[in-house]
């Protein structure tokens, strides 16, 4: 099954900036939706932002105003532009895209480490 491979993550400060990046490891015709999901140390992971195949977006409201979500259909890639970031923005950050052929797929994780 293909997977997603997400990138960017790393070290920041409060309140600097960060690009993530996931791309599938092979080919896959189309996502139907993608999204972002993260898990911080101890916690259950928890929905970040979706996004449609239109470009519909939605954002938990954690993140709402700070972070945006964005895709490359020609190319099934899926960003996440954080900004503002915060120390409990600490997490592995997950992308998944349900593809048209029904199927849920997931990445391994990025990690992002936001330091006071």
């Known amino acids: 099954q293909v997977q997603l491979v997400e990138s960017g993550g790393g070290f920041v400060q409060a309140g600097e900036s960060l690009t993530l990046s996931c791309v599938p490891s092979?080919?896959?015709?189309?996502?139907?939706?993608m999204g972002w999901y993260r898990q911080a140390p101890g916690k259950e992971r928890e929905f970040v932002a979706f996004?449609?195949?239109?470009?519909?977006?939605n954002y938990a409201s954690s993140v709402a105003g700070r972070f945006t979500a964005s895709r490359d259909n020609s190319k099934n890639m899926l960003f996440l532009q954080m900004n503002a970031v915060k120390v409990e923005d600490t997490g592995v950050y997950y992308c998944?895209?349900?593809?048209?052929?029904?199927?849920?797929?997931w990445g391994q994780g990025t990690q992002v480490i936001v330091s006071s």
């Open positions: 998944n895209g349900f593809s048209d052929s029904g199927q849920w797929h």
């Open positions: 092979g080919t896959i015709s189309t996502f139907v939706n």
């Open positions: 996004i449609s195949s239109g470009g519909s977006t």
